[in-house]
Structures are given as structure tokens and as C-alpha cells.
């Protein structure tokens, strides 16, 4: 009877043992949390009641939410191709190309870790710390999913427990946030990190971004203030949307914010971007190129045509960027956003698309901007492009699959090509940040003119007293290094942008074709060759200098340069099914979130 006792005792020790044990490892700061085995499904942690941004009241509270969807309406047509068997020599080509973007990856993020740890960037030529979007660690940030997604873990890790412990959203010491790249890379950055990890510290801390943003969206129409007084904000001053308001910017937070809603189980963040939704579908038939927006808006009148600019490029571009995405994410083959990418599609076609002049007469297409004007007779189109440009490849590609539509398929294999060969055409194999070019009489057929590009670039000079207007033209060619078809460079900057590489990526999971890893290679040669650094990789401030001058090291590295440029091309250079467009969406920063599905 003793024995037994003893026996039972023993038991029950062990038990209380395994119990503490088990309670100290779930505690502990010095083990990683315990995961799910299906990312993003981990138990949500309570809300942090005395965050700032959940105690502030709302001056106009919104009391009616739109119901969150919880599966996808349509069984979608498959993104990705089907891909052919890889030789062995060929897969040993492709690795040792991707192992040599992470190679480059890892030097970055190195620098970064070394010169800048929990700062927005490092300087890649001096070696020190900037804070340029908030001071919340945008690099970092930026990185989460890029290091997860190169199997970089313990660098996952650290990062992960570092914004966890020491990024607060409470404030900032920047007098206004920029709630658009706020919501691109932080929000974005986190929720994608979770998404692939399954980590509830990463949930916890997008949602206090989410709830920050929230309240820029406190404004008598509800239309968020898109550069926004925090300061103001937390102290309940009243505050109304901006009559100037760059349709980006109000019009790409729909990604990040629904996807918020989806996995928190909060209808607030996907009723605030459907409500901007349901404005620009109402405006888009009605403006002044019907299909399109203006650049720029009036949101504090909730006027999407108050501009007569109407471009896809910089400050206008990843609104279009999201109508696909959106539909993508949310399983839609019909309705709201597939129904505003056809149409915005169709009068970018119409209106926007021309064909370049070249002396190789190349097939290909680039977007420019239309001057409307009072719109009908008096618009006409700039036929100038740049970087911002270069992501409507991909957007295509990706519409064209979901909606099966070949034509767009088409456009995006022509657009894409436009931005490689304007990228060739430079000595340095990079393409300048913005330059005008001259555009074919038919788009049908273009034989190269040297007398009309000559006028084209003509054209683009200051006014003059000189009778030859030919020599005039060579002149400018000359002392301007402009390559054939091109007329101007007003920026011959390069920022490291990825626009161009992600249109490769997505054309390459589309089609399947390695020509395109190859394109991919020799972009990336070009831009390491010209940026590289001893730490990292810089801006430069000319892609077209005199020959024996340097670029110009801009020693400046932004976060998009780890989240987004090395991202997209290690993954062109990976296993097709790593982040599959068949699964995953991504956000106009690179950060990929689960699409949904159908339920069964």
C-alpha cells in the first residue's frame, strides 16, 4: 500500500513537472512561439486594450459594417503554367542564379543588421542609419517575408522577436505618416510574414498597424487622410480627407486592409476600402476618359475626376494594380473588381498604350499619360514612360489568366518586353527612372525614321532661333546621350525599383517559358554591376553618364530593394510552386497574402 502511494505520488510530481515544464516553454521569450501546422491559422491574441489607437474615440464612428466574406464566390481559372521538365543542366543554371541573389540578399541585409538595426534603412555607401517612413524599422519590416521565403530562418527569427519587443505604432517622431506606403510595407510586411509563418506575435502587431491606420479614416465621408497628422489625430482634433489626394494613394489600401479583416475576423478594415471601392466603380463610367481616373482626386468632395492627368504610372498605378489582385484574393471572376479591371483595361488600351519607334522595329507597348483636358478632342497623349510604368506586364498577365482573356495575355508579353529593351537600350543595361520616346504613326507597323525621331526629339527642346531643325536634333542627341526612339531623360536616376523583374516574374509563372529567367539574368547583371557597393547596393543618380564618368553613388538603399527587387528574382529563379500565384497574391510591395478559396 505504501509502495503504491509512493508510486502515485511519484506520478503525480512527474505530472505537475511536465505541467510547469510545458507553461515555461509556452512563456518563455527565449524559444520561438509554438506554431500551427497550417500557417496562419494560430489562436489570435487579445487586442492590447491600452494601445493608443484603440482607446481614441472616433468623431464619426462607422456603426454598419458590410458582411466579410469567409470563401471565394468562383472557382478561378489557374494562374501558373504548367511547367516542362527541367534538364539537369539547366536546373543546376537556375540555382546557382538564385543562389546568387540570396548571396546578394544576405550582403544587404547584413549591412542593414550591422549599420541600422531597427531603423528604416541603411545608408549603402557610408554605412548609417536613416529613418524615412515613421522610424518603425521599415527594412526590417520590409525583409520578414523575404527571409522566410529564402529560408533564411534564424534571421526570421531575430527579426520577428526584435519588431515584436521594440516597434510600437503608438507614435512617431515624423510630423504626418504617409498611410498608403504605412499600409504597402508595415501592414503589408506583417501580414505577409504571418501568412507564411503562422507567427501570432506578427498578427499582433498588424493589427495595431491596422488600428492606427484605422483612424486616419475618421473623417466626416470616411475617406481616410492620406498624409496624415498622427499627433493631431491622438490628441482628437477633427480631421477631414484631402481635396488633393493622389489616386494611389487612396485608391491601393484595399490588399492589405481586407486581408486584415480575413484573418482577424474584423469587418472594420474591408468595409473602409469597399467603401472607396464602390466610389471609384460609381465614378468610372462618368469621368472624362470613361474606364480611367485622373492622377489626381478630391477626396474630401469624394470627387474621383477632379483631374484631367490620367496615366497608369507613378501616383496612379497600383490603384489599377489592384482591381485583379483583389479579385485574385477574394476568389471574385465577376463583380466589383473584375468588372473595374475589364473596363480600366479596355480605356488603357484606347486611350493610353503606344508603340515606340525603334531601330530594330521591336513589337512592343508602353503606357503614357493622357492630358484630357476637358476630355473628347482636346487630350492628347505624352508618349513618355519610366519604372513606375514597368508593373503593367504583370498586371496583365495575372487579369488576363483570371478572367481568360488571351488579348491581355498578349499586351502583357509587349509591355514587358517594351521595359527589357528600354533597359538594353542604355550603355549601362539600366533603364532611367522617367524618359519620353517617339511614337509609331501605326501601331500596326512602324519601319524605324531617323528624320521623325529626330523631330520627336526636337520637339522636346526649349524654343530656339536656329533654322535647322535637324541639326538642332543632333545636337540634343549628342549632348543628351539619348539612345535611338528616345526624345528626353528628364530623371536618369535608377532607385533600385523592381517593377520591371516583377513583370518577369509573373510572366515566367504564367507562361512557363525560361526565356524569361534568362531576361531576368541579364537584368540583374546590369543593375549589380552598376549599383553594387562594399556593403550593399546603392541608388545611382545617372544610368546614362559620358563616357568615363562614374553614375553617381546616391547612397540610398529603400527597403523595396530587399522586400521587393531580390525577392522577385530569387523567386524567378525557384521552384515554380514556391509562393504559387495559384495560392497567393501579392501586394504592390511584394508581400504575398493567402488568396481564398473555394469552399467545399
Request: hydrophobic share 45%; proline share 7%.
Amino acid at each position: 500500500m505504501a509502495t503504491s502511494r509512493r508510486r502515485c505520488l511519484v506520478a503525480a510530481l512527474l505530472l505537475l513537472v511536465v505541467v510547469a515544464l510545458w507553461l515555461g516553454w509556452a512563456s518563455s521569450p527565449w524559444l520561438p512561439p509554438r506554431r500551427p501546422s497550417t500557417p496562419g491559422t494560430s489562436p489570435l491574441e487579445p487586442p492590447d486594450d491600452d494601445f493608443i489607437w484603440r482607446r481614441v474615440k472616433h468623431r464619426y464612428p462607422v456603426t454598419s459594417f458590410r458582411p466579410l466574406p469567409t470563401a471565394a464566390a468562383d472557382a478561378l481559372p489557374r494562374v501558373q503554367a504548367h511547367f516542362a521538365a527541367e534538364s539537369a543542366a539547366r536546373k543546376q543554371l537556375r540555382l546557382q542564379r538564385r543562389d546568387a541573389i540570396k548571396a546578394a540578399f544576405t550582403k544587404s541585409w547584413t549591412a542593414y543588421k550591422q549599420h541600422a538595426w531597427l531603423r528604416d534603412e541603411v545608408t549603402p555607401v557610408t554605412g548609417q542609419p536613416r529613418d524615412t517612413f515613421g522610424g518603425w524599422g521599415a527594412t526590417l519590416v520590409d525583409s520578414l517575408d523575404t527571409l522566410w521565403v529564402m529560408d533564411m530562418k534564424a534571421d526570421f527569427e531575430a527579426a520577428v522577436d526584435a519588431a515584436h519587443r521594440n516597434v510600437s505604432f503608438a507614435t512617431t517622431p515624423a510630423p504626418t505618416v504617409n498611410v498608403f506606403e504605412t499600409t504597402i510595407r508595415f501592414l503589408g510586411g506583417l501580414l505577409s510574414a504571418y501568412d507564411l509563418s503562422g507567427d501570432a506575435r506578427l498578427l499582433a502587431k498588424a493589427r495595431d498597424v491596422g488600428d492606427m491606420l484605422y483612424a486616419a479614416f475618421d473623417t466626416p465621408n470616411h475617406l481616410p487622410v492620406t498624409r496624415w497628422d498622427l499627433h493631431a489625430a491622438a490628441r482628437g482634433e477633427p480631421q477631414a480627407a484631402l481635396s488633393s489626394t493622389l489616386l494611389a494613394e487612396v485608391g491601393s489600401l484595399g490588399l492589405e486592409f481586407t486581408r486584415l479583416s480575413l484573418v482577424t475576423g474584423d469587418a472594420r478594415y474591408h468595409d473602409a476600402v469597399l467603401r472607396i471601392a464602390e466610389l471609384l466603380a460609381a465614378a468610372q463610367p462618368a469621368t472624362k476618359v470613361p474606364g480611367l481616373w485622373p492622377i489626381l482626386v478630391d477626396a474630401a468632395a469624394a470627387d474621383f475626376d477632379a483631374g484631367a492627368d490620367y496615366a497608369l504610372g507613378g501616383m496612379a498605378d497600383s490603384a489599377y494594380e489592384y482591381l485583379p489582385k483583389m479579385a485574385a484574393l477574394l476568389g471574385q471572376g465577376t463583380g466589383l473588381y473584375a468588372d473595374m479591371y475589364a473596363r480600366s483595361t479596355a480605356a488603357s488600351r484606347e486611350h493610353l498604350f503606344f508603340r515606340p519607334m525603334t531601330p530594330t522595329a521591336e513589337d512592343v507597348l508602353f503606357p503614357g499619360v493622357l492630358h484630357a483636358g476637358d476630355g473628347g478632342a482636346s487630350a492628347s497623349l505624352e508618349t513618355s514612360a519610366g519604372h513606375l510604368t514597368c508593373f503593367t506586364g504583370g498586371m496583365l498577365a495575372l487579369g488576363g489568366r483570371l478572367l481568360a482573356n488571351e488579348t491581355h495575355l498578349d499586351w502583357a508579353d509587349r509591355l514587358t518586353r517594351g521595359c527589357l529593351w528600354a533597359y538594353a537600350s542604355l550603355p549601362t543595361g539600366v533603364m532611367p527612372e522617367t524618359f519620353h520616346l517617339a511614337a509609331c504613326p501605326d501601331a500596326s507597323s512602324c519601319a524605324w525614321d531617323e528624320a521623325r525621331w529626330h523631330a520627336a526629339v526636337r520637339s522636346r527642346q526649349p524654343s530656339s532661333d536656329d533654322d535647322d531643325d535637324d541639326a538642332a536634333a543632333r545636337a540634343a542627341i549628342e549632348e543628351q546621350r539619348l539612345p535611338p526612339g528616345f526624345t528626353h531623360i528628364p530623371d536618369a536616376r535608377y532607385v533600385l525599383r523592381p517593377e520591371a523583374v516583377e513583370s518577369v516574374f509573373v510572366m515566367y509563372r504564367t507562361t512557363g517559358d525560361p526565356r524569361w529567367q534568362d531576361r531576368a539574368w541579364a537584368l540583374w547583371t546590369a543593375v549589380d554591376a552598376l549599383t553594387s557597393t562594399p556593403l550593399a547596393n546603392s541608388a545611382v543618380w545617372d544610368v546614362n553618364p559620358r563616357p568615363g564618368e562614374a553614375p553617381g553613388l546616391a547612397d540610398s538603399m529603400e527597403s523595396f530593394w530587399l522586400g521587393e527587387t531580390l525577392k522577385y528574382l530569387y523567386l524567378v529563379f525557384s521552384e515554380p510552386g514556391l509562393v504559387s500565384l495559384d495560392e497567393w497574391v501579392f501586394n504592390t510591395e511584394a508581400h504575398p497574402f493567402r488568396r481564398l478559396t473555394v469552399a467545399v
